[in-house]
């Protein structure tokens, strides 16, 4: 079965802090994992990695790819308040057609 | 450009009655999603259509159906409501025969009572 797990599931920061949420997955034929950003409404897409595309940049949002660990981590530098929301990230199932997503990492910048 | 679109985006239901949430695409994807999240849970895959005409259950299959009218639609029914089943509900679709994201609704909020 298809497994993703985010740490850590909550955390608070204070603006300007930097942070990184991590997932780390299992799934057969790995194929791509998904970020995605929820405030109040739907979730929001950030960033795809892949087998040829193992780091992303966009801002003061980074993430890489470790095909090694199973794992992938988004890095987020002088947070904003803006910046609160879920953290969710989502691995396909070996069929591509099957997305599971992780619990979510509740950030929360304090001004 | 619609994206996806659900239907209603908010219903209160009395324990025991039925209904069917909507959702369609206008983006020719093949697959789509039904989901739900409760608080501290992320999303829960529900059921999902891999293309028209062909439907696989999630994690959390029980108390729902689904259809896959065409490639457009993909509804999601409670045929008979439960306080457990109070959560936001979001649909989704994604293209699969290439790596791409998937896109959502902007969901269903539902209470039971």
């Known amino acids: 079965e298809d497994k993703v797990v985010q740490s850590p599931l909550s955390l608070v920061v204070h603006e300007g802090d930097t942070v990184t949420l991590n997932c780390s997955y299992e799934?057969?034929?790995?194929?791509?994992l998904l970020w995605y950003k929820q405030e109040k409404k739907a979730p929001t897409f950030l960033f795809m990695l892949t087998s040829s595309g193992i780091e992303k940049k966009s801002g003061r949002l980074s993430s890489i790819l470790d095909k090694k660990e199973l794992s992938s981590i988004l890095n987020i530098t002088a947070t904003q308040t803006g910046d609160s929301a879920i953290y969710l990230c989502a691995v396909p199932g070996g069929s591509n057609y099957k997305l599971t997503f992780g619990k979510g990492t509740l950030l929360t910048v304090n001004p | 450009n619609a994206g996806v679109t659900q239907t209603p985006k908010f219903q209160v239901l009395k324990t025991g009655q039925s209904m069917t949430l909507q959702c369609a695409q206008d983006m020719n994807h093949n697959s789509m999603y039904w989901y739900r999240q409760d608080p501290g849970m992320g999303l829960r895959l529900i059921y999902y259509s891999a293309s028209e005409g062909t439907t696989d259950k999630g994690e959390v299959p029980n108390g729902y159906n689904v259809s896959r009218l065409n490639k457009r639609e993909f509804s999601l029914r409670l045929e008979s409501a439960a306080p457990s089943q109070t959560s936001v509900y979001f649909c989704a679709s994604r293209k699969t025969d290439v790596n791409t994201e998937a896109f959502f609704g902007q969901g269903t909020r539902l209470t039971v009572v």
């Open positions: 799934v057969t034929n790995f194929r791509s």
